[in-house]
C-alpha cells in the first residue's frame, strides 16, 4: 500500500491537541473557494510516494514530542486514500500515538470506516449548512458531509468542527446560528474552531494559474469573529 503525499510539517500545533506530525496528502475532490492547499487538488501530482511504514519512519524520530500530541492526517482530502490511513494508523496505534483526520468528510465507504476504527480524533469542516451555498462554495454536495458527521456521532469518535468564516458567503447571522443548531445535535463534538478567511494561498493560485475568485474579499473583522463565537457558545458549545 502506497500513500500519494504532498508534504509533511513535523511540528504542526494547530491541527489537533498538542504538537502533532502532520502528513498532507495529495489529492481532493472539493473545490473550495477559499482552499489555501490548491497544489494538492491533483491525486497525479504527489510530491512522495511511500509506503505507511516509510512515513512512520519519518516520524519515529521524533516520537517522544508527540506524547503529549499526536499524528494528524490532512490534505487535500485524506480519505481518499482510506487504506494507507488505515495501516499507517495502526503503526501508530501500537505505539500509542493519538490520531487525528482533518477532513471535509465528503466519503463514507467501507474502507473509510474501517480507517475510522484506528481514528481517535476528526476535525471535521462542515464548510456551510445552507445546501446551495455549500455547493457553490466546494462544488461538493452537502449531504455527504452531515452524513459523515452523523456517523462520527453514533460512533463516538471525538471531533472538532471547523468553520471558515468569510465575509459575504458564511458569516451571516442566520448561516452561522443554523451551522450552531446543527452542531449542538451531535454528541461527539467538543469543540469548534472558528477559522478567519484569509489569502495568504493567493501566490500559490498565481504560480499554479488558477484564478481566485476571492481575491477581492477582505477577512473578516474582530466583530465579526466574536459575534460568530457567541453564537456557538449561547448553544453551550465550546470556542476556540
Known amino acids: 500500500m502506497i500513500g500519494k503525499i504532498h508534504s509533511f510539517e513535523s511540528f504542526g500545533t494547530v491541527d489537533g491537541p498538542g504538537i502533532r506530525f502532520v502528513i498532507f496528502m ?6 473550495c473557494l477559499y482552499c489555501h492547499n490548491p497544489d494538492t487538488f491533483d491525486l497525479g501530482a504527489a510530491s512522495f510516494m511511500l509506503s505507511p511504514e516509510q ?3 519519518k516520524m519515529e524520530k521524533f516520537k517522544v514530542f508527540y506524547k503529549k500530541g499526536g499524528v494528524t492526517i490532512s490534505g487535500g482530502e485524506p480519505l481518499l486514500q482510506p ?9 501508530c496505534k501500537a ?7 482533518d477532513t471535509g468528510g465528503g466519503c463514507l465507504t467501507d474502507e473509510v470506516k474501517a480507517a475510522l476504527t484506528y ?4 476535525l471535521l469542516d462542515v464548510k456551510c449548512i445552507d445546501p446551495d451555498i455549500h455547493k457553490s462554495l466546494t462544488g461538493q454536495p452537502l449531504q455527504p458531509t452531515l452524513d459523515f458527521a452523523e456517523y462520527l456521532s453514533e460512533q463516538g469518535i471525538s471531533v472538532w468542527i471547523r468553520y471558515v468564516l468569510v465575509p459575504g458567503i458564511t458569516d451571516r447571522d442566520d448561516l ?5 443548531d446543527y452542531v449542538s445535535s451531535l454528541k461527539n463534538v467538543e469543540k469548534v474552531e472558528i477559522l478567519p478567511f484569509h489569502k495568504l494561498a493567493l501566490s500559490k493560485y498565481e504560480k499554479l494559474g488558477i484564478e481566485y475568485a476571492l ?9 465579526r469573529i466574536e459575534n460568530a463565537k457567541n453564537i456557538y457558545k449561547n448553544r453551550g458549545i465550546k470556542v476556540n
Open 215 to 223: 481575491k477581492d474579499t477582505e477577512p473578516p473583522t474582530a466583530e
Open 83 to 91: 487504506t494507507f490511513i488505515k495501516e499507517f494508523f495502526k503503526l
Open 55 to 57: 512515513v512512520f519512519g
Open 176 to 180: 452561522i446560528e443554523k451551522h450552531a
Open 95 to 101: 505505539e500509542r500515538i493519538h490520531t487525528a483526520i
Open 26 to 31: 495529495q489529492g481532493c475532490k472539493f473545490r
Open 119 to 122: 481514528t481517535d480524533m476528526v
